[in-house]
Every structure is written in C-alpha cells, then in structure tokens.
C-alpha cells in the first residue's frame, strides 16, 4: 500500500497511529507500506502527480491512499486539483491499483460533491464518519452512503478508537 497524506508527518502519523494500537512500523520495515508525507505547498500540482506516479511505477502497490484530497485545493485551483484527481486515479485504474480517496468536509450533506472537487460519479463506494455530540460526550460513527453494485446498511454504526484499535459497537 502506497500512503500518501498531505496533512501531517510520518512521525506524527505512525505515533497517531501507535495511540489507537495501530503500529504501522512492521509494514514499513517489510516494504508492503510506502508512506509519501508532503505539505500540499512544497510544490506544484504537476510535480506532485510525477512523484506520485514514479512511485507507483517503482513501488508497484495494490492500493493507493490519498489523504486528504481537501489539501489538493491548497496546491492549486479546483479545476487543477480536480484534474490532478482525475489523472491520477486513471492512471491507477490502467494497472489495477484500488484507490481510496480520504476527505475532510464540513458538511455531511457535501459527501456527494467530494469537497466540491466533483469526484462522486467516479467514486465506487463513499464512506462518511461523523461526530456528534450527544450530552457530555462526542460519539462516532460510521455510514456507507453509496457502494455501487452492492447491498449495503443505511445505518449509521458507531465505532470506537481504543488502544486496541478501531472496534465497532455491536448492540
């Protein structure tokens, strides 16, 4: 799996992760992880879509991360991003690698548009996690909002981050 996250560092990312018993190192030290951590600014959308490719030409992943798309609009234009988009999960599709787009919206009712950058019709299956305060606490949860060519729940499901990882309530 190839990782590449616009938001923060590999070492904040790995000791995030290590917070919810998630320890990303094995998979890095085995090769079958590749992270790619840059701030959207450190250059232009071009030069980003030719790292990103020379490194799944070389890396030659299953999957591809990019989290978050939000950031590209942060690199250039939206027209730009959306094309940078659009390039890079065709270019993806040509040798098989799954792509999964990771989105910060801030609004629920905005999934469709894929922050506005206008990828749903493209997208197989959207996935929303929201927050919402219920008393004194904030509860989680999860809802699969679209999944082209499968059944699926129109539930919203609440799950947890613990020092075990992620663990769906089960009531």
Not at 32 to 41: H, N, Y
Not at 99 to 109: E, G, T, Y
Request: glycine fraction near 4%.
């Amino acid at each position: 799996m190839l990782y590449v996250n616009f938001e923060e560092s590999r070492k904040s990312l790995i000791a995030g992760m290590l917070s919810i018993g998630i320890d990303l190192r094995p998979a890095l030290e085995d090769a079958s992880l590749r992270l790619m951590t840059m701030m959207p600014e450190s250059m232009g959308i071009e030069e980003h879509l030719y790292h990103e490719i020379t490194t799944i030409k070389s890396f030659q992943p299953e999957h591809l991360v990019v989290d978050a798309i939000s950031a590209c609009k942060r690199i250039a234009c939206e027209k730009a991003s959306f094309d940078f988009l659009m390039r890079l999960i065709h270019f993806c599709r040509k040798r098989s690698v799954t792509v999964i787009l990771i989105n910060q919206a801030k609004s629920a009712w905005k999934y469709h548009q894929i922050s506005g950058i206008g990828l749903s019709s493209l997208i197989d299956t959207i996935i929303t996690l929201h927050n919402k305060d219920v008393g004194n606490e904030t509860n989680r949860m999860l809802q699969v909002k679209k999944s082209r060519g499968t059944r699926h729940s129109n539930k919203y499901h609440t799950y947890f981050l613990t020092d075990k990882g992620i663990q769906f309530d089960t009531d």
